[in-house]
């Protein structure tokens, strides 16, 4: 079992930066590939970015691509999403995931474990 909490979220301007974490606890963090997804209001669910334990392994959205750079701190137990450049369509629910599968997925029910999510609102 993996326990995981969001934190960091909140207002933003349009071009503006923030930083949103995701600590997890329970067994073994670096056993997972870890991600963040994100739902708006109306929308599905969506992939945003994800990383394996060494960090070797990132996959991004087309849409979030070299401005929502990923990374993680297995000593922390802890992946982070810095978010640059940030748009008002980037508002939404942002979500940390963990999956079994080590080599990554953007499959959205390949991921077992979630947290309660993170609320980013971009003003224009």
């Known amino acids: 079992q993996v326990q995981l909490v969001e934190s960091g979220g909140g207002l933003a301007q349009a071009g503006g930066s923030l930083r949103i974490s995701c600590a997890a606890s329970?067994?073994?963090?670096?056993?997972?590939?870890m991600a963040w997804f994100r739902q708006a209001p109306g929308k599905e669910r969506e992939f945003v970015a994800g990383?394996?334990?060494?960090?070797?392994?990132?996959y991004y959205a087309t849409f979030v691509k070299g401005r929502f750079p990923i990374s993680r701190d297995n000593a922390k137990n802890t992946v982070y999403l810095q978010m640059n450049s940030l748009k008002p369509e980037d508002t939404a629910v942002y979500y940390c995931a963990a999956t079994k599968v080590v080599s990554g997925t953007t499959g959205i029910r390949e991921y077992e474990y979630w947290g309660q999510g993170t609320q980013v609102t971009v003003s224009s």
């Open positions: 990383v394996n334990w060494s960090g070797i392994t990132i």
């Open positions: 329970g067994r073994t963090f670096g056993d997972n590939f």
